[in-house]
């Protein structure tokens, strides 16, 4: 592994985990690892969850990578720009995330909660499919990170597992609350119970987190060496 693929890793993982930090989608998971038919239900979310993933990843792969040879150069002006905008509307988000949405947490919990206790594995599948397409915050993180990947000098080998493994970091949330379940079987709920209840109490907290730490790291790649070359670091 040469130096432009462990910078390339290094650019993207930590965007892919951002990307991961889905409070309403994580959420789902959690309330589906504790039901009676965890299983099935669990097992369709995280379906319905990376469906929608792979879908919006496999558009964007090839949009970036469909791009005139100016505009595809990870070092290009585009690629720059691309991380500058993701970090301003990250850092601009952030002072509405931050602030009190009581009704709007209380309502996102109750679509998570009320007629999902008798619902069928294939509304887990819906609903997960629903939260993941139209979640802004981590399709805004993949966006650089998958341009990177495409505009990357590195091999079409190199990306391939680059790009899997990005989807699959992102899918952490709906991954590891089955696989706590079925490590720790009924004992697991109590805490899953208690991770639900942090998430809901918190989840835009979460989010305004999640946005100001990559809007700074967004602006720093892009004004850095390898981007716009404002600063050199």
């Known amino acids: 592994m040469g130096k432009e693929e462990i910078e ?5 993982i930590p965007l892919a985990i951002g990307a991961a930090f889905t409070p ?23 379906i319905g969850a990376g469906l929608a993933f792979a879908i919006a990843i496999s558009l964007l792969l090839f949009g970036f990578a469909s791009l005139p040879a ?11 720009a691309i991380w500058l905008i993701v ?7 952030a ?13 996102s919990e109750v679509r998570l909660t009320e007629g999902l206790n ?10 997960a499919f629903a939260l993941s397409i139209k979640d802004v915050t981590s399709f805004a993180l993949l966006i650089p990170a998958l341009h990177d990947i495409a505009a990357s000098k590195v091999d079409i080998w190199f990306k391939i597992p680059t790009a899997l493994l990005v989807y699959l970091i992102a899918l952490i949330g709906v991954i ?44 720093i790649i892009a004004v850095g060496t390898g981007k716009f070359g404002w600063v050199s670091w």
């Open 70 to 80: 100016d505009n595809r150069g990870q070092d290009s002006p585009l690629s720059g």
């Open 8 to 12: 390339l890793l290094f650019r993207v």
């Open 176 to 219: 590891l609350p089955p696989i706590w379940r079925l490590i720790r079987r009924e004992h697991a709920e109590v805490f899953l119970d208690k991770m639900f209840r942090f998430t809901m109490d918190h989840q835009f907290k979460i989010l305004g987190v999640v946005a100001v730490f990559f809007a700074i790291y967004c602006i």
């Open 118 to 127: 008798k619902a069928r594995p294939v509304t887990f599948f819906g609903v």
């Open 87 to 93: 970090g301003i509307v990250l850092g601009a988000s």
């Open 95 to 107: 002072t509405w995330l931050f602030m009190p949405h009581p009704e709007l947490a209380k309502s």
């Open 24 to 46: 309403s989608l994580f959420g789902l998971q959690l309330v589906a690892a504790v039901s009676p038919r965890w299983v099935s239900r669990t097992i369709a979310t995280a």
